[in-house]
């Protein structure tokens, strides 16, 4: 079964609008942590919001909102006002804990969403 | 403080050379993670190493493929005998020793390779 899925091969959304990004995700673990990363075309990952499973209020970083609900497993990524530079792949991903129940940097990445924005 | 460092960026071999992928940590981190991107997907991962140790190499190709990071030095992914399936982008990302509330990997512009 996947770890990560994002449904939405593509997204269109009109510059200065909001845009959700879907994200579910499946584990067995009660403490885990979900990512999302852009990658734009010229390739490199840039990390934008980080959700442990722990936090009871859902994450932000200025325009980047994370939607957290647990009890759906889903973890959706929200960009308000949607600007042209927005446009790019955006990957959410997994950390679980490793081997032992020591939890380490190796994430489960899903197939990403392509953003595209509009003027 | 730079970031993850990965040479080359971008790196052609012909079928059957050998490949060499090169990763230097952000500084202080002793821990390091090789993730693979083929065309239209997500990253994979591949290998997971801190100075001198193999700690999970669960998902690294059986054969071709090996990985170390000295004790000085950056971290190498070596391909042996590429194939064209071997055309990829590849990660690399570092971190410091890992608690539950840390928050990100850092990763690497990536080396893309292409083989011809």
């Known amino acids: 079964a996947q770890k990560i899925t994002q449904t939405q091969p593509g997204m269109f959304v009109q510059e200065k609008e909001a845009v959700t990004l879907d994200c579910t995700y499946d584990?067995?673990?009660?403490?885990?942590?979900l990512f999302w990363y852009k990658q734009p075309s010229s390739g490199e990952m840039i990390f934008l919001i980080y959700?442990?499973?722990?936090?009871?209020q859902n994450a932000t970083e200025g325009r980047y909102s994370l939607n957290f609900q647990k009890a759906r497993k889903s973890a959706n990524l929200v960009i308000s006002a949607s600007q042209l530079g927005d446009s790019a792949m955006y990957f959410c991903?997994?950390?679980?804990?490793?081997?032992?129940?020591?939890?380490?940097?190796?994430?489960?990445f899903g197939q990403g969403t392509i953003l595209t924005v509009h003027p | 403080n730079a970031g993850v460092m990965q040479n080359p960026r971008h790196l052609v071999r012909r079928r059957g050379q050998e490949a060499r992928l090169r990763c230097s940590p952000m500084?202080?981190?002793?821990?390091v993670y090789w993730y693979r991107q083929l065309p239209e997907e997500g990253l994979k991962f591949m290998v997971y190493?801190?100075?001198?140790?193999?700690?999970?190499e669960s998902g690294m190709p059986k054969e071709r493929f090996s990985a170390e990071f000295p004790k000085e030095g950056p971290s190498i992914l070596r391909i042996q005998q590429v194939v064209r399936g071997d055309s990829a982008a590849y990660f690399c990302?570092?971190?410091?020793?890992?608690?539950?509330?840390?928050?990100?990997?850092?990763f690497g512009q990536g080396t893309r390779l292409t083989v011809v």
């Open positions: 959700q442990g499973s722990y936090d009871e």
């Open positions: 584990t067995s673990d009660q403490s885990y942590g």
């Open positions: 190493l801190q100075k001198e140790n193999i700690i999970d």
């Open positions: 990302a570092s971190s410091p020793l890992m608690s539950q509330r840390d928050t990100e990997a850092f």
């Open positions: 991903a997994m950390r679980e804990r490793g081997a032992g129940g020591t939890s380490y940097g190796k994430l489960t």
């Open positions: 500084k202080g981190h002793s821990h």
